[in-house]
């Protein structure tokens, strides 16, 4: 007897039975789904078209920051805010993006760490995310992992993402609340970084506050609000932290609340933002099917090998390349 | 008489004759082609299609590292080797890709004082582009700019990129040669970069080797390397530079030749290469295509605003809501 390996598919039973584990809280059913949903194992978004009308009850708080920014240490801090300085405690969930990589598993060493940290506490669930080979792989997946603890029942999830590419913007931006974890004196660059995030931020957080620069950074960011285009109904708070002994990270709580009341005390504000979140969802799924489907039928095309040849010599540009193969997708 | 503004667009003479100064070196027609691209103006693309037969022929070298890395100093200090430090001086394109800026032109301030810099040398061309609000955009974008320098007849094109995330990623991995630029000591976060970003770098170049910790980091990537999985036939270097006192910079050019003959030295090697860069070049046009056409149809689509409220109110999935547009698209 042969041990061929099967290649790996859910059918509808499996899918249901899973879904109905994971909407009961169970952790291990939770894992095995988000390992399933990033793998794009056939059969798996079934679970997720399951367990879809209970979601949307998390409150999602996106940080991100540059490498070294410390953004990780504020997320362990406000984890344990949420387990053990507020009352009742709030079960979380964490989704850590981490786009620098692409090949190896760059965040499975920091994830088991952490997850030590945690692994008492039932009432906490991390899973780390590595960015896909493929165009907007990572904001579909994470968007899956958001679905799945929040069908979990966790109160909140904060969804962590290192650096500031498209993907993880986007990311952060359609989350309810969006913090921008900045460090003193980084240079140039980070000015600039600055200008782009501006937008984005619904609270600014200056880590690393015992450093010299902290007062720069926070008047920089305060010279550049008041700089700001139109007047704005939420101006973003500007914090001063030292994730690393815990300092600021109750105040950074309290603004994530405040930001939280302001959406909710207008209806229409909350539900524009609830239906941004969903748009972007939309079309991240969108375009993963189309990048898949593209991508199937490329691998199926035994003249890719040829038509690069001939892209390489200047024999066919493109442009008309990229027509013709559309003309067959799309009939 | 109105003075309306019309839609912009190029009708098919007008891209021809943009295309036929472009390839006479006309700076202006360049910067007008790019600008006219990167605004997805309809019929620019026609000037590219043009222009093909006249490109593959720059030495494409990608730069990348985190902000405050100082690839921008050493970009700079590239571009005065290749200008005043070889025989026959060198044309030199660049681009200057910045994701840190999505909705405001963070990047519009540095390229100015940059351009000023080199204002006075015509065989100087740089180009800055913010992320494209869209899947895949900054690629697309970028590859177009890169097109335009070549057809230029560019000898060599510098392709500077901030960040971590896919897009600049597979910018920088489809250059004939990748430099990666890191410094030392900026914590934890920067060695998962580091792992991540292992295989695509051709060159490592650790800036601000002045700096305490630069051994360090430089015998952590040794023992990285050390760790790699497989023998390669190019084993890439680590260089040490001050690039704000130019130091090392002859190092570095001396490296990027020596990767060029490495590339050359076995020609299924170099076809191999460009072959990659062609697919994906393929791949990006063919991806930022359908996003568009799916735009267009989302945009005209007047349910779009209803299905966000259904999707909000999980009335509807956005698996299924995907799958019928798909449907309608693809026919």
């Not at 921008?180 to 970084?193: E, H, K, N, S």
């Not at 932290?241 to 300092?247: H, I, L, N």
């Not at 405040?258 to 909350?270: G, I, K, T, Y």
């Not at 039928?297 to 003249?303: G, H, I, P, V």
């Amino acid at each position: 007897m042969s041990t061929r390996t099967l290649p790996p598919t859910l059918t509808p039973d499996a899918a249901a039975a899973l879904a109905l584990r994971v909407r009961s809280g169970e952790l291990r059913a939770a894992a095995r789904l988000m390992r399933l949903l990033d793998d794009r194992v056939p059969g798996a978004e079934a679970a997720l078209k399951a367990l879809h009308p209970l979601t949307g009850h998390a409150r999602v708080v996106g940080i991100t920051g540059n490498p070294g920014s410390g953004k990780s240490t504020l997320t362990d801090q406000l984890i344990a805010h949420y387990r053990r300085g507020v009352t009742p405690p709030e079960t979380i969930g964490v989704v850590a993006v981490d786009p620098s990589s692409p090949y190896s598993g760059g965040a499975i060493l920091g994830d088991r760490i952490r997850m030590m940290d945690h692994a008492a506490d039932p009432g906490v669930f991390i899973r780390s995310l590595a960015t896909r080979g493929q165009l907007g792989g990572l904001s579909r997946s994470t968007d899956d992992v958001i679905q799945v603890l929040d069908a979990m029942g966790k109160d909140r999830i904060l969804v962590e993402t290192v650096g500031v590419g498209q993907d993880e913007i986007d990311i952060v931006k359609t989350a309810e609340t969006a913090i921008v974890v900045l460090v003193p004196g980084l240079g140039d660059d980070v000015q600039a970084i600055k200008a782009g995030i501006l937008e984005i931020a619904d609270i600014f957080v200056v880590n690393k506050a015992d450093r010299d620069g902290a007062l720069r950074t926070v008047s920089d960011l305060k010279q550049m609000q008041s700089l700001g285009q139109k007047p704005r109904t939420w101006e973003p708070p500007i914090l001063s932290t030292v994730a690393t002994r815990g300092e600021g990270i109750a105040a950074v709580a309290e603004a994530i609340e405040a930001h939280r009341q302001h959406l909710a005390s207008d209806p229409e504000r909350l539900a524009r933002r609830q239906r941004e979140r969903a748009a972007h969802r939309f079309r991240t799924i969108l375009m993963d099917r189309v990048a898949q489907r593209l991508g199937v039928l490329l691998a199926e095309d035994a003249r890719l090998e040829t038509l690069c040849d001939r892209l390489v010599h200047r024999e066919l540009d493109p442009y008309t390349a990229a027509d013709e193969l559309l003309a067959r997708f799309a009939g």
